[in-house]
C-alpha cells in the first residue's frame, strides 16, 4: 500500500511535498481556504479562464473547478476522491470477468478533523480489462482488526469455507512511515470472503491470521500480502502434498538498519488461519543497488506491493521465470522506485529468491503495480496507480487525486543479440540458456563468444491488445508523412514551417505536423531511427530527436531520445508555477541493440518503436516492449496542442550520416474510449463539489469509509487493545 498519499492529501495545503511525507496528520486543523462548496444549494465552482495565464497559486480557483480540466477519460478511476493503489484484483473461475479494485480514499478531512484517515476498496467490472461497470465501496475500515483503515491484499478465487477469500493488511494505529519508529501492531493481515462475487467482502470474525512481523526486526512496514502457489518453493521445501498447491504469502516489509524485506509465510496443512514464517527470500542490504544504479535503481529500505508473476513470451507460463514486481522506497526523494526483479527461487535456510536482472516496471509515476491473469488467453494483465505531481492543493481543486494506468500485458521479452562487453553487465537484462534457465548478465558460467549470438531476456510490457480495438471509437485518425533530418537540417524541404532556434547546446529544430489533435486525449504510434554510429558516443552528447507531444502559448511537452547516453527523456515546460507542481523533466534508460533477425541472419540496431498515450493529464509512453513512463503534464492552455518532429543537433556536427535520424508509420487517433460508459456524465453526480461519497454505494453499504471526528480520535496505539495479542511484544 502506497500509504503517503492517502494520509498527506491534506497537508499538501500549506507544506512542501518533502515536509509533508513526514509529517503525521494534524488533528483539529482549520479548514482551507475556499475548501467547500454548499452542494446543497446548487452553487457550482467558476471555471478557470484558461486562455489567460494560471493564477500564481490554486487559492484563489474554488475546490471542484478543474474537476475536467486534467481529469481521464481512459483510465480506471473512481468518480470523485482518491483512487489508490490496484488491490484485490482477481478473476472469477465462472466466466463472468475480473474485478479490478483501487483504494479509496476521502479527500475532505471530517468533522473539525483533517483529514479522514479512513481507507477503503472500491471496486468494479470488467470483461476486457478497459472497460469497467461501477461495483462501489467493496470493503472499509472499522472492524476490531482495521479501525483505521485497510491496505492492500489479494484474493485467492476458492478459500475460506470454498469462497473467493482476500487477505489484506488490516491497520490500528498511524503514523505508518518507512521514516518514523514503527508503532507495534499497526498493520496484521487478516481475512474476508465474498458471498456476491466480490461485490462486497465479509470480514471474517476472527484476529488477523499474520499478527506480526518475524522477531528481530526493525520494521519499517508489514503490509500488502501477496498469495501465490509455487511448485519450485514445493520442492525446496519437500512438501508432501500435491505439487503447486500450497498457499504462500509474501508480506511487504523492511528493516529500516538491514535493508527492505518480504517475509515468507506459508499455509499450514490447508488451514486459512495457520501460517507460518518461513524466512526472508530478499535480502538486500539497506539503500544498495543489485546492479548499475541508472539501470536497476535502488532497493532502499522498505519493499510495498510486492508481487509474484510465471512468465513465458506469450504471458503467464507455470513453468516459466519468475518475476517479482515490487515498490521500494527509501533511496529516491520525490517518487519511490518501481521495480522489478527476475529470477528463481533456491535452497537456501531455506529459501531465497535468486535475482538474475532487476530493472523499472515505470521509470516515474507509475506505482504499487499489480497484476491479475486472464485465463482465457493466458495473460497476466498489469496496472498501476498514477500518482499525481502537485506540490500544493491541486488534487482539491481536482476534487480527485490519481487514476490507474491503462492494462498491460506482461510477458517474458527475449532478445537475440550480439555477444559485446554491452551485454556482459549486471542490469535489467538476463542471460538465457539453451534449457530455458537463466543467469545474471555478468555470469562467468556462460563462456564469452564476443561478435556471436546470445538470447537476452527482460521483462516485457506492451498495452493491453485490446486498446488497439479501441481506435475505431476515434473521433478522428490521420497519417503523418515520414520525414528524415540530418546536418542540412537549415535546408530541410519542410523549412517554409519548420522552426529553428539555436541554443548553447545546438540547433533545435520543430517541424509541425501537418495536422494535430484540438484536444488531450489521444494515441501516437511512431518509429524512429539512429545511425548505430551515434550510439554511446560522448562526443555526440547534445545530439538527440524525438516527438512534440504537445505544444503553443508557451507550453510543451517533448518526449526524445539522446543516444549518447542511452537516455529517454519527457519534458513538461507548462504554464503552471513550478511552485505548485513538479513540472521537471522525466528521464529514463533504454539500449537500442544489435538484433539477430531470424536464426542465422544479420545483426541490425533497434529502432524507437514508440507508443504514447495522453487523456487529460496521464500521459504513458511505451517503446519497444520494454520501456514504460508514466508521468503527469499539467496543461493550461486549451491551444497548446499541436504536435510535431523535434530535433537537436550539436552545433558543430558535420557527419550527415551519423547525425541522421527518420521519423515513420506516424499515426495518431484522437478522441479516446469512455472507460465507464454508464457512469453519470454530469459531475455533480460524481461528487465533484463536495459530495465524498461519490458515485454508486452499494445499497445499504455496510462498509462506508469512516469519517473521524472528536468523538472518535484517531488511534495512536495507547491502549484500547481489541485482542489479547495487540499489545505483545
Known sequence: MSFFPIFAALLLLSKSVADAALARPALNAPAPVNSRIDYASGMLPRTPDFTRPPPKDFASLANGSLFDHWRPKAHYIHPSQITGDPTALWTDPDGSGSVISAGYGNLWPGKGYAPSAANSFRGAKTQDFVTFEDWGVSLGPGGRNDPVAVFDGKVVPVGYNGLPTLMYAAVSYIPISWTKPYIRGSEKQALAYSENHGKTWIKVDAPPVIDRPPPGMNVTGFRDPYLFQSKQIDRILNETGPLGKTWYALISSGDRVKGARAPLYKQEHGDWFQWKFVGQPLTPPANSTWGEYAWTGNDGVNFECV??????????????????????????????????????????????????????????????????????????????????????????????????????????????????????????????????????????????????????????????????????DAVQAWQETDLRMDTNVLKIKERSRAHIKKEKDGYHVFVPFAKSPTSRQWELEATIAFDPSVLRQASATNFAAGIVLMSGHNESSVLSYQPSDETVTLTRDVALSSDLIFKEPRHGKLRLWDVQRGKGGKFETQNLNIRVFMDGSAVEVFINDVFVLSTRVYYWHPTSTQMGFWYRLPLHATDKHRYAVSWSNIRVWEGLFDAFPSRPKDPAMLGAYDKPEGFPQPVPNPNLPLLYDASTPLPTGQGKSRWPFQDRP
Request: one cysteine or more; aromatic letters at 8%.
Open 307 to 472: 508481487s509474484l508473476s510465471v512468465l513465458g513470451p506469450h504471458g503467464d507460463d507455470a513453468e516459466g521465470t519468475h518475476v517479482l514486481t515490487l515498490g521500494a522506497e527509501g533511496n529516491k526523494t520525490v517518487h519511490q522506485w518501481s521495480m522489478w526483479k527476475l529470477g528463481e527461487w533456491k535452497a537456501a535456510s531455506p529459501v531465497a529468491f535468486d535475482v538474475h536482472a532487476t530493472g523499472q516496471a515505470d521509470w516515474a509515476n507509475g506505482y504499487a503495480c499489480t497484476g491479475v491473469n486472464d485465463p482465457k488467453l493466458s495473460r497476466r494483465i498489469y496496472y498501476c496507480m498514477l500518482t499525481e505531481d502537485f506540490k500544493t492543493d491541486g488534487a482539491l481543486k481536482q476534487n480527485w487525486q490519481n487514476s490507474l494506468s491503462l492494462a498491460r500485458e506482461l510477458f517474458i521479452k527475449e532478445l537475440v543479440v550480439k555477444d559485446s562487453d554491452l551485454v556482459r553487465t549486471r542490469a535489467s537484462w538476463a542471460i538465457k540458456l539453451a534449457n530455458g534457465k537463466t543467469l545474471p548478465a555478468d555470469s562467468p558460467a556462460v563462456p564469452r563468444a564476443d561478435g556471436k549470438a546470445l538470447t537476452i531476456v527482460s521483462l516485457g510490457q506492451r498495452p493491453i491488445s485490446e486498446l488497439k480495438n479501441k481506435r475505431a
